[in-house]
């Protein structure tokens, strides 16, 4: 059953039906937060609609907003809590044609008590809640922390829309589930966009397979999928009628607070989205991905949603760009630690080389290793090596393997073996 607005009987009066309207054609979650606000500040102040309108009128009513503001201070409301009676009063105002200033000045409105210490979970700590989650939970929370997204473009707050199975590009429907491209694009429409435009993210391996898992159950449960489908659906254990296509925000997150409170932690589900904010700004400072298509999988306002939006797709080749960038944010991403196998044991030696002739890790995080060719990597070697006998002179030598044990006898020490079978020897200090 959709929740109803506590002041819902305001909307009686003309006036206020129309601010409403005006504001539910942009935000449904706004229209409904203001109309409590309006609907609040009247029951505190004795009043209603339009008594307030014709109170707007006289010059101490800004006096009389003054004072209200102090109460609230007196009784230690914050001040991100107060300044939303003064954002509602201009807004009703100004819409009922009042030139309404209201410049109070509010302590601390800037701040919110609630989630100023609030801190961003660790790796550790989300796989602990994901383990909680329910499949359909694991889903959101991996959209979340590993793409991004706000809980309300996964499903909006009226349940009129959400993300679909066609928004995971690349997402093939047979007789199995699979994906077309690891890491997947997942588009985020315009109007499931707190911006109010089309942008896209990412999500790795970790998040594809919580989707595919969770879609290959709902089959198993015996529902039709689709294109149209959506993404997160409604539980089919539950005996009720459906009034909403998709599902509310509200459920979503009451998903992930269930799943939060299961792993004995303490957040907001929003937190999840600072997760992936904060993994992204390290990734960042590491070079492993620009500042511009960070702020566009993040679902920001940029140059490149400038371009995205005025040309409605990008090449190609910037989109592939833009998932191996991504693709390289995932070891500050991702919670599971893949098995070992032959790929990872090589980049793995191969890391291991590269620091041994001198790279730097911020050089190593740069370096494409799943993609070298190795006669490319034997080269990026040879490069370091050649630069290091240039500075240090004598201090390095590329030898035989054979000779190592001459060259520790002369004062070198060893530092690694090269893919063409030398050795790298330094001389001792």
């Given amino acids: 059953m959709t929740k109803q607005p506590k002041y819902l009987g305001l909307l009686k009066n003309e006036k206020v039906r129309r601010w409403y309207e005006n504001l539910?054609?942009?935000?449904?979650?706004?229209a409904t937060t203001w109309l409590r606000t309006l609907g609040l500040y009247c029951e505190l102040e004795n009043t209603a609609p339009d008594k307030l309108l014709k109170d707007m009128d006289k010059p101490d009513f800004r006096d009389k907003f003054a004072d209200f503001v102090r109460k609230m201070e007196r009784e230690d409301k914050a001040g991100s809590y107060i300044i939303r009676f003064k954002k509602v009063l201009r807004s009703f105002g100004r819409f009922n044609g009042k030139n309404l200033e209201l410049n109070i000045n509010i302590a601390n409105d800037h701040l919110s008590p609630t989630i100023e210490n609030e801190r961003v979970p660790n790796k550790d700590e989300l796989s602990r809640l994901l383990r909680k989650a329910t499949s359909r939970g694991r889903v959101s929370i991996s959209l979340m922390a590993y793409a991004g997204l706000r809980p309300e473009s996964l499903g909006n707050y009226e349940g009129a829309d959400g993300l679909r199975i066609k928004d995971i590009k690349g997402l093939r429907l047979t007789d199995s589930i699979e994906f077309d491209k690891i890491p997947v694009r997942v588009s985020v429409k315009?109007?499931?966009?707190?911006?109010?435009?089309?942008?896209?993210?990412?999500?790795?391996?970790?998040?594809?397979?919580?989707?595919?898992?969770?879609?290959?159950?709902?089959?198993?449960?015996?529902?039709?999928?689709?294109?149209?489908?959506?993404?997160?659906?409604?539980?089919?254990?539950?005996?009720?009628?459906?009034?909403?296509?998709?599902?509310?925000?509200?459920?979503?997150?009451?998903?992930?607070?269930?799943?939060?409170?299961?792993?004995?932690?303490?957040m907001r589900p929003y937190v999840l989205r600072a997760y992936f904010s904060t993994a992204l700004d390290i990734a960042e400072s590491k070079g492993l991905i620009s500042h511009p298509w960070r702020q566009f999988i993040m679902g920001h306002k940029g140059d490149i949603e400038a371009r995205y939006s005025t040309n409605k797709r990008l090449p190609p080749d910037m989109i592939e760009e833009m998932r191996e960038s991504y693709r390289k944010c995932l070891k500050y991403l991702e919670t599971r630690v893949s098995d070992v196998s032959e790929d990872n044991a090589k980049l793995f030696l191969q890391q291991q080389l590269l620091s041994a002739v001198g790279y730097k890790q911020e050089e190593i995080d740069k370096i494409d290793l799943a993609n070298i060719s190795n006669e490319d990597f034997q080269q990026l070697l040879r490069d370091k090596v050649a630069g290091a006998m240039t500075e240090n002179g004598a201090k390095q030598k590329v030898i035989p393997v054979s000779d190592v044990e001459k060259y520790i006898q002369e004062g070198y020490d060893f530092e690694a073996v090269l893919p063409n079978g030398k050795a790298v020897m330094r001389l001792r200090f």
């Fill in 190 to 266: 315009s109007m499931l966009s707190k911006a109010r435009h089309q942008y896209f993210s990412f999500i790795g391996e970790e998040g594809a397979t919580y989707i595919k898992e969770y879609l290959e159950e709902r089959r198993r449960q015996g529902e039709d999928l689709d294109y149209d489908s959506p993404l997160l659906q409604f539980d089919n254990k539950k005996a009720y009628v459906r009034k909403n296509a998709f599902l509310r925000t509200t459920l979503i997150t009451r998903d992930i607070r269930d799943a939060i409170q299961g792993a004995g932690l303490k």
């Fill in 24 to 30: 539910n054609a942009r935000s449904y979650l706004t």
